[in-house]
């Protein structure tokens, strides 16, 4: 199965536009100074991502998937520069981020990305003409100047993700989910960039508009060459949208790989136990294994593999030893028991 | 819960420290305490000595340090006006203002409560329009007004109650107490409605919006699905989880019911702190405005103290956040 | 109707359309009590702001003021004088004139500390739930020091202050601005507490987070996107406490730590007139009771509604 | 940490126990909310029928009316809603007009309820014990004793490990998956005859979700309970539904076995729901998009409400209204199943 | 009630008595609350004649010598017998730190004993009045005030309360049962008084009420049997009230106007470089402008006697040869501008708001007035306490003050009104000449007042000295207010003209 023909498309092709190194984000959750030193509790940290390392290639579309609190969101926050990674490091175009220390520095590399977030209703300011919303990135990187250009430009942007240039006098509340969503991408757009990070930008949306909304993505992604790190916990909206897909579990990348590849050969157990709990609308009959438990806390996640306590295939090794990224294809996974061979052969789909 | 407590601990005692600080400055810095203490016509000489005597010349921080030794010794030194010791004067008047504020309390939570309860659930019914159009007028009233209009009412009218006072009081040794006699509860009547008037309105209004939110909580509704009587729902589910807002909101208005007391306190000549810390603020006698606001601050803090542990006895999720409980 | 409205000149008539069919104003115009409470409001302000013009005579112009002419009753009762429609008080000033006067010193002191304390309350609030941490909880714990001292006390402590430092000056113009400042004071932690949890909600909204990746400047997101989301609450505690400081203002005048009685405001009126309560001569005392308590009930009324109409869950 | 073993046996399960008699039957329901704006009819004229011991899945998008249509069956609507129409049989008993207190005393008992967020479903201020205990001894005479036994039996009925230890603890000291279990069990207390389920899934995790589903579907199958599975997941249905009713602007627009609309859709709008929804397996080509979105309540179109955004609308729906009839094995809403119309059409054509 | 049974006497007064120490503060109603619990060498009968009292007899036996025979057989409350140590002693702690009598002896007097009964005072200068005002000076234990250390009246600095301010131990027809401060002071006859009682109480009760509203609505409702003052607004209202009724009657108090005429500028005005109070015809424009009759009519509602004086004429038999300027603003105008204020001016009036009959009112009034002659005047009303701080810096323009002359003689107002302000003595000479008034020929005048023994040159120099005054305008007199007390009709009590309550004078029928 590895030797799965190498996929063509952008891996190929284009050179890497992202890279992520050994990327780590820890919070510090400790209870307060004083019930520490009065009930002898430790100092808490909550390590939300650890060790994670990928690359996106320029045009391409990378996704994360996994439980909520596996730290994706986090992920997301530290490629755009909103948290500061605790260990590991960013590369922005062969840019290391860590070493921008000034926000004038940043700014014009902050054009070259974009995001877009869950949220159709919290994500725009409700105070603000959506002109002004979708404005606000031209305005701030000083893209345009005179009130007449910029209204040309978010008119041309409001169309192009199928709005009308008219609707910029109007406020985010009179306007669905979908075509807030859409304004969400204008304003993504407005400061030309190369990368977009979507952090579940449908997961608030009906099937219909959710359609409607990928559609115009993969669009765009097509006729701006726009390179995604895309985020959800729909397997099926990523297998839909992706080249590239993450699996993570606990903060921890266990398998990242070519989407139709870890779709129709996944390795990890993890991945293969959430393909198995999606719903099969085909109705195919099969019988499916579903895995009990639920995620453990981030807190104290379990030693060795994290998955291990709900693995059935783990063992001892799982327990107790940490499992090293190994090259699988393209891609990569996080698994003792891959590496010594010892996991079943899963059925195709 | 050790760790909680003794961090509302530490906070009060910051709390403290800092209204201290107040009030020392106050003290030290609001016109020369001498002046204050000596005639005009005394020579500048008397006037160097007694600044000696007191310790006006050493430096400010061991001016303060003894401040707050001796006021944590309920030392605050002796009024100008009166020329007795503070702590005596407030120990004596503390009863009065006490049993006021503990009256008008519990009389603003048991008409408060009930009437925020049922106009909560009878959001439309008339009964509830008029209690809610009546604790606007309540709110709406000035105190003094209030208080003269029933002393108008009920006692030169009527003559129903008395017009001032605290009637008939027992000597408890430390204590004196107006609870125990006849007299004592008539002028009681007055003086805690007008004061407690204003919370009462407050705590129903609050416990009415609580109620509404509460009713419309995802629990509220499985418990109806669930098929509990109403009773259960109300009552158990509904009211109890109004009561950590409730609970919160009543212990800081108690610290407004003491200070509203000043004004009852002077409408109905009782003889409490209050009346005696507006006259204190007329003569300048700033020993005592001084121990007042520090006992002011320290009735708060232990209310709040207390507040925070029930709020831990009621609240089982142990959230202490109470910023944004006490926000709407 | 969007083509229309972006010629300039129906730009105006298309918001005010918009803005009569927005749910406020249609709650607004659903409530009756509501648009009594606004019209009363908007006499007292009319009052206030052309009392010159408006009240029969200038109470504070003491030449103009004769002693002869005090304890008029009002006009209806026996021994009425045409000139003073409610009466006169001990001094000879109508009392409708007196209560115009008083209503535009109530109505000022009450504004001004309203907005002393809102903006003093909203910067703070802004500053500690955005910034968090150590500066949040030094401001929060300020607050707490501060809400230990209800309104009235903190006047009555800022007043004595005052007389202390600043001697019997405080007696003069000076006395406006000790009222100001500290019912403004008494009344900044509402603001703040207010604001501060709007805020610590609205920094996680992703629209905040969206202008962070942008790049926007801390201070330029607060003030531009988390300032505006706030304000509702602020305007409602705003109308609430514009009732408390009117009322918190009469009560020091009462107390008669307040405004100079040669010009009075609506609680002084009231503690002067309340020596005439047993003499007979209660028009001194009850008509600026009245105009005070009216006054009040309307701008809560005003504050309540605002509150509901804001309230997105009560909709 | 065993449920996987408890759950096993009831993956795939088909068979369950039929009777002919429908135990909850809808006619003509109409609910409505008196706005500012005129009266919105949020469910508009929908009836259908749950058989013994069957699975209806209630599908739609957002708005569509699915919750108010369980809403007012169990007699739960807030004012200002209410039931403007219709008739609510359960069991052959008419619901809808019942006096409050005997509605009261068939809720819990006959209907049961699980709502979407188990978070928020739970009073945090009473234990689990509490809350089931509660419930059990409104709806029966069990001493104190006897109802706490009962809740034991419940909790590990629903597969809560050490149940004993549990059901002193409160709400916040269970994770997500643990208190949707508790909801369940809290609906099944009185073995009612109808489950009213609403989105009992939409808030949990992929592998949570399965889980949960099969818990509900297992429980019901044990205790005899018919359910109606409302959701807007497609899979979730296709697993677990019997038949399956598809809502659109307060109106039912097809209704039949599970298999036929899945893979059968009569209704265009059932069709171009399907084709919207992204599989896995699938083309990574565009999804299907049904253009624009639901119309608000206030602004629905005039004949059939789906016409301005269906790709084969004619005339008549315009005009006039389509009421379901039967289309293949399914019934649909839709004129062009009109035998008439069929009949001119081929006529024209 | 009927004679046999207990009878309590509740009364009320608007302030309480400050402190129990009779030493400690020359106020009227303190004075006069002692006056009931400690007696003086001599007092004053209802009519303000001079009674014996502590002293049962006295003679002059050289001009600076006089003589007083002691009561005998007189106890304190405690028990302890009234001899001649008790009287040095007292006279010796009016001159200590913290006494506000110290004014009542003259300076260089000598208390000497002559015998346990016998008790002789050696004076500087001869004095015709010496003990006039010794109805106030209050005979204290000495061995209880020195067994509790209440020797001095007050020593601020060390911290520590005085005992005599909360106990009292006198001679009087009452003992304290009870003290709260400002809250309820309860007394008991005393059962060993060497008088006569004139009173049937058992008990009585007093208690500060200092809402007026409050006091009437209590004399109303009949919770207090007694009180005072009345507002001259409610006088009426008392009457017509079944079961209470008022009793009025023109006070010893003398009310009156003062201005700043020793500085050069004033502290409080727009006026640079002069004073415009050193002109008298701004003085007489001041006065002129005054409307007295109305503020009689309107704000004392006829309970005052205007007056042309700065003593009562009750106090000066030769009163009716003086007479007000009369009311005349136009007048004042042209008197103002021909002094170089034809625009008139700004100063702040200084007044007390809690002292006198409407105060507050009447200096209102009379900055309505002055407006009218084109002088701005800015208000600082204040409580008491204020406003005599001020006042006793000598920090004010012009001001409201009312004085009663405490020995009921000329020359006490003389003395400490109209003499020339000297600062620098000991004590102060007219230390309550707060505007500095200064004429020497007056204060000539005074001096021979003080040793004139013949009545009739007494007057005449009186009479000299206050039309000197009049002509200067020095002062504008306003009026005499009056007293106004309030009872329940059941009560018997007695009114003096100086406002002091004699409570061993009050029956409960
Ligand atoms: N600012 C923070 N402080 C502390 N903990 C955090 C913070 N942000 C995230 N976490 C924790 O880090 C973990 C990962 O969070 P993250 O938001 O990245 O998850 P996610 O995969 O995006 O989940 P979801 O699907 O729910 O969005 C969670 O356990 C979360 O509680
Ligand atoms: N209180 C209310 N007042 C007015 N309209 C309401 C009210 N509650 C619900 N509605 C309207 O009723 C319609 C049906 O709502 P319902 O909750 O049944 O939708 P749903 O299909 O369950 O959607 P979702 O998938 O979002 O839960 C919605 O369009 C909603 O706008
Ligand atoms: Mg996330
Ligand atoms: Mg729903």
């Known amino acids: 199965m590895a030797e799965v023909a190498a996929p063509q498309g952008p891996v190929a092709t284009g050179e890497t536009l992202l890279s992520v190194r050994d990327l780590g984000k820890t919070f510090d959750v400790s209870a307060p100074f004083l019930n520490r030193v009065l009930q002898g509790q430790p100092r808490v940290h909550l390590t939300a991502v650890d060790d994670v390392s990928f690359d996106i290639p320029r045009g391409s579309t990378f996704s994360l998937v996994g439980e909520s609190g596996c730290g994706k969101s986090t992920v997301a926050r530290l490629v755009v520069g909103l948290y500061r990674p605790s260990q590991g490091r960013v590369e922005f175009e062969g840019t290391d981020l860590a070493r921008i220390q000034t926000r004038r520095q940043m700014a014009p590399l902050r054009r070259k990305w974009a995001m877009i977030f869950q949220d159709p209703y919290a994500s725009l300011n409700p105070r603000w003409r959506v002109a002004d919303i979708v404005a606000e990135p031209i305005r701030y990187h000083g893209l345009l100047s005179g009130g007449q250009a910029i209204r040309t430009r978010v008119g041309e942007l409001l169309e192009l993700v199928g709005l009308s240039a008219l609707d910029g006098e109007k406020y985010p509340h009179e306007f669905s989910g979908g075509q807030r969503q859409r304004i969400s991408i204008a304003r993504a757009l407005a400061s030309e960039p190369d990368f977009i990070v979507c952090d579940e930008p449908t997961s608030a949306l009906d099937v219909s508009v959710q359609a409607q909304i990928l559609n115009l993505m993969k669009r765009l992604q097509r006729e701006l060459g726009l390179t995604y790190l895309f985020i959800s916990h729909d397997l099926a909206v990523v297998y839909h949208i992706s080249d590239y897909v993450g699996v993570m579990y606990l903060g921890r990348l266990v398998e990242w790989s070519d989407a139709r590849l870890l779709f129709s050969n996944p390795r990890h157990p993890y991945t293969r136990m959430l393909l198995d709990a999606i719903p099969d609308l085909e109705m195919s009959g099969r019988a499916r294994t579903p895995v009990g438990g639920e995620v453990p806390s981030p807190i104290a996640p379990p030693a060795g593999c994290h998955f291990n306590p709900r693995c059935p295939f783990a063992d001892e090794r799982c327990r107790s030893e940490t499992p090293m990224a190994l090259k699988v294809g393209v891609g990569e996974v996080r698994c003792h028991a891959v590496e010594e061979g010892r996991l079943p052969e899963p059925e195709s789909a | ?328 | 109707m969007s083509v229309v409205s972006s010629l300039p000149g129906r730009r105006g008539a298309d918001m005010l359309r918009r803005a009569w069919d927005s749910d406020i104003a249609y709650s607004f115009r659903q409530s009756k009590v509501t648009m009594v409470a606004a019209a009363v409001t908007l006499v007292y302000f009319v009052f206030a702001l052309f009392a010159p013009w408006i009240a029969p005579h200038d109470p504070y112009d003491l030449s103009s003021v004769s002693l002869m002419d005090s304890f008029m009753p009002p006009v209806w009762e026996e021994g009425g004088d045409p000139r003073f429609l409610l009466g006169s008080d001990d001094q000879g000033r109508g009392i409708l004139s007196t209560i115009i006067y008083g209503s535009r010193i109530s109505l000022a002191v009450g504004f001004a500390s309203v907005i002393f304390a809102a903006v003093l309350g909203v910067t703070l609030g802004l500053i500690a739930g955005y910034a968090g941490g150590a500066v949040d909880a030094f401001i929060m714990r300020v607050a707490e020091v501060q809400l230990s001292f209800p309104a009235i006390l903190i006047a009555l402590l800022i007043d004595g202050v005052a007389r202390g430092v600043l001697g019997n000056e405080a007696q003069g113009d000076i006395a406006y601005f000790v009222i100001i400042l500290s019912i403004g004071l008494s009344f900044w932690v509402q603001y703040a507490r207010t604001v501060r949890g709007s805020c610590m909600v609205e920094k996680n909204k992703e629209y905040v987070q969206a202008a962070r990746v942008i790049g926007v400047r801390p201070a330029l997101v607060v003030f531009r996107h988390v300032l505006p989301n706030v304000l509702g609450p602020v305007l409602v505690i705003a109308t609430i406490t514009l009732a408390l400081a009117i009322i918190t203002e009469a009560t020091l005048s009462f107390l008669g730590v307040g405004v100079p009685p040669t010009s009075p405001s609506l609680g002084t009126m009231i503690r002067i007139g309340n020596d005439f309560l047993f003499s007979g001569e209660w028009w001194i005392t009850i008509f600026p009771g009245v105009a005070l308590a009216v006054l009040v009930l309307a701008v809560n009324l005003l504050g309540d509604w605002l509150r509901d109409a804001l309230n997105p869950k009560l909709r | 940490m065993n449920e996987t073993t408890t759950f096993a046996d009831s993956a795939g399960a088909t068979a369950r126990p039929r009777g002919n008699r429908p135990v909850l039957e809808v006619e003509k329901l109409r609910v409505e909310f008196p706005t500012r704006k005129g009266t919105l009819r949020a469910v508009d004229d929908i009836s259908f029928h749950i058989d013994e011991g069957e699975v209806l899945g209630v599908v739609g998008e957002s708005g569509a009316g699915k919750s108010m249509t369980g809403t007012a069956i169990i007699g739960l609507l807030e004012p200002p809603g209410r039931i403007a129409g219709g008739e609510v049989r359960l069991e052959g008993e008419r619901i809808d007009n019942l006096p409050y207190e005997k509605m009261r005393r068939y809720r819990g008992a006959r209907i049961g309820m699980v709502f979407q967020d188990p978070l928020t479903s739970l009073n945090p201020l009473y234990t689990v014990g509490f809350h089931l205990t509660e419930t059990i001894r409104t709806h029966s005479d069990l001493s104190e004793k006897q109802a706490r036994q009962r809740a034991l039996d419940l909790l590990s009925e629903v597969g809560i490990p050490a149940p004993e230890r549990r059901i002193d603890q409160y709400p916040h000291q269970f994770s997500g998956g643990m208190r949707q279990r508790v909801v369940v069990a809290l609906a099944l207390c009185a073995n009612p005859r109808l489950i009213i389920a609403d989105e009992p899934t939409t808030a949990l995790d992929v592998s949570i979700q399965a889980q949960i589903i099969r818990l509900l579907q297992r429980l019901c199958r044990e205790h005899g309970a018919s359910v109606m599975l409302i959701t807007h997941d497609m899979g979730v249905i296709a697993e677990t539904a019997d038949r399956v009713a598809v809502m659109y602007a307060g109106r039912i627009a097809e209704v039949g076995p599970v298999q036929e609309v899945v893979k059968n859709a009569q209704h265009p709008y059932t069709e171009g729901l399907m084709g919207a929804i992204p599989t896995i397996g699938g083309t990574h080509e565009d999804l299907v998009q049904i253009k624009g979105s639901m119309p608000r309540l206030t602004q629905i179109p005039s004949g059939c409400a789906f016409h301005p955004r269906c790709p084969k609308a004619f005339d008549r729906c315009r005009r006039e209204r389509p009421e379901l009839m039967p289309a293949g094995r399914s019934e649909a809403a839709c004129w062009l199943h009109d035998p008439a119309e069929k009949g001119r059409r081929r006529g024209n054509g | 009630g009927t004679g046999a049974k207990a009878e309590t006497f509740r009364w009320a007064f608007q302030g309480d008595a400050q402190s129990l120490d009779p030493h400690i503060l020359n106020e009227t109603f303190t004075i006069g609350f002692h006056s009931n619990i400690y007696e003086g060498l001599i007092r004053r009968d209802e009519d303000l004649k001079i009674q014996p009292a502590l002293a049962t007899s006295w003679e002059m036996m050289e001009p600076t010598r006089w003589r007083f025979h002691l009561r005998e057989g007189v106890t304190f409350h405690n028990g302890n017998e009234f001899n001649a140590d008790d009287v040095i002693f007292s006279f010796q702690r009016i001159l200590k730190e913290g006494s506000d009598m110290g004014s009542k002896l003259a300076p260089g007097t000598e208390v000497v004993k002559v015998d346990d009964y016998t008790v002789d005072f050696i004076t500087e200068n001869p004095n015709p009045i010496l003990h006039y005002e010794w109805a106030d000076v209050f005979i204290m234990d000495k061995e209880w005030a020195e067994k509790n250390s209440a020797t001095q009246p007050s020593d601020v600095a060390k911290g520590e309360e005085n005992y005599a301010a909360f106990n009292a131990n006198g001679t009087g027809p009452f003992k304290v049962q009870s003290r709260e401060t400002d809250v309820k002071t309860v007394l008991v006859p005393n059962e060993d008084w060497w008088d006569e009682p004139k009173h049937n109480l058992t008990e009585v009760v007093f208690t500060p009420i200092s809402s007026d509203a409050t006091r009437v609505a209590a004399l109303l409702s009949g919770e207090i049997d007694m009180m005072y003052p009345v507002p001259v607004q409610d006088l009426r209202r008392v009457d017509s009230n079944a079961g209470t009724s008022t009793m009025t009657g023109p006070e010893l108090r003398t009310i009156f106007l003062g201005m700043d005429q020793m500085r050069d500028e004033l502290l409080y005005s727009n006026v640079e470089g002069e004073n415009p109070f050193k002109d008298q015809r701004v003085r007489e424009a001041f006065y002129r402008a005054i409307d007295i009759n109305a503020i009689k009519q309107k704000i004392m509602r006829g309970q005052s006697d205007p007056s042309a004086l700065m003593i009562s004429p009750f106090l000066f038999e030769r009163a009716d040869e003086f007479e007000r300027l009369a009311y005349d603003p136009d007048k004042a105008k042209e008197l103002l501008a021909e002094a170089g204020y034809p625009d008139g001016f700004q100063l702040q009036m200084d007044c007390p708001n809690n002292r006198y009959v409407n105060d507050e009112a009447i200096c209102q009034a009379v900055v309505a007035m002055l407006a009218k002659v084109g002088v701005q005047v800015d208000l600082n009303a204040q409580p008491k306490a204020q406003y005599f701080a001020k006042a006793l810096a000598y920090d004010v323009s012009f001001y409201l003050l009312g004085w009663t002359p405490s020995s009921l003689d000329s020359y006490n107002v003389l003395a400490n009104l109209i003499m020339c302000l000297d600062r620098e003595k000991t004590p102060i000479q007219a230390k309550f000449n707060y505007g500095g008034y200064c004429n020497p020929k007056v204060d000539e005048l005074a001096n021979e007042v003080l040793v004139e023994t013949d009545q009739e040159a007494r007057n005449d120099k009186i009479e000299e000295a206050f039309r000197t005054l009049h002509e200067d305008r020095g002062y504008i007199p306003l009026h005499q207010q009056y007293l106004a007390w309030g009872k329940r009709d059941n009560i018997d009590l007695v009114q003096r003209p100086d406002n002091q309550f004699m409570l061993y004078r009050v029956n409960v029928n």
């Open chain 2, 1 to 328: 819960m050790i760790a909680f407590i003794v961090r509302r601990l530490l906070q009060s005692l910051v709390v403290m420290l800092v209204v201290a600080l107040l009030a020392f400055s106050m003290f030290r810095f609001i016109g020369d305490p001498v002046n204050q203490m000596v005639g005009v016509d005394t020579t500048e000489e008397v006037r160097e000595n007694l600044r000696e005597r007191l310790g006006l010349n050493d430096p400010v921080s061991v001016q303060f340090g003894r401040f707050v030794v001796n006021a944590a010794q309920l030392d605050f030194g002796i009024s100008y006006q009166h020329k007795k010791e503070v702590s005596n004067l407030l120990a004596e008047r503390a009863p009065a203002t006490l049993e006021l504020a503990f009256l008008s309390a519990i009389f603003a939570l048991i008409v408060g409560v009930p009437m925020g309860v049922y106009t909560g659930l009878h959001r439309d019914s008339w009964l509830s329009k008029v209690f809610l159009t009546v604790s606007l007028v309540g709110i709406s009233l000035p105190t003094f007004l209030i208080g003269i209009l029933m002393i108008f009412i009920f006692s030169v009218w009527l003559g129903w109650l008395p017009s001032f006072g605290r009637g008939e009081v027992v000597d408890l040794g430390f204590w004196s107490t107006g609870l125990l006699t006849v007299s004592g509860w008539q002028a009681a009547i007055m003086p805690s409605i007008t004061l407690g008037l204003f919370q009462m309105t407050l705590i129903m209004r609050l416990v009415r919006a609580e109620m509404l939110e509460v009713l419309r909580t995802d629990y509220v509704k499985f418990a109806r699905a669930r098929g509990l009587p109403n009773r259960a729902v109300h009552f158990g589910h509904a009211l109890k989880n109004t009561l950590v807002p409730v609970i919160t909101i009543t212990g800081l208005q108690l610290g407004s019911i003491i200070a509203f007391a000043i004004i009852t306190e002077t409408v109905f000549q009782w003889p409490g702190m209050g009346l005696m810390f507006l006259q204190a603020i007329q003569t300048v006698d700033i020993p005592i405005m001084a121990a007042y606001l520090i006992l002011i601050a320290f009735i708060f803090v232990v209310i709040n103290l207390i507040v925070d542990i029930l709020y831990y006895v009621v609240d089982p999720r142990l959230r202490i956040d109470r910023a944004t409980a006490a926000g709407h």
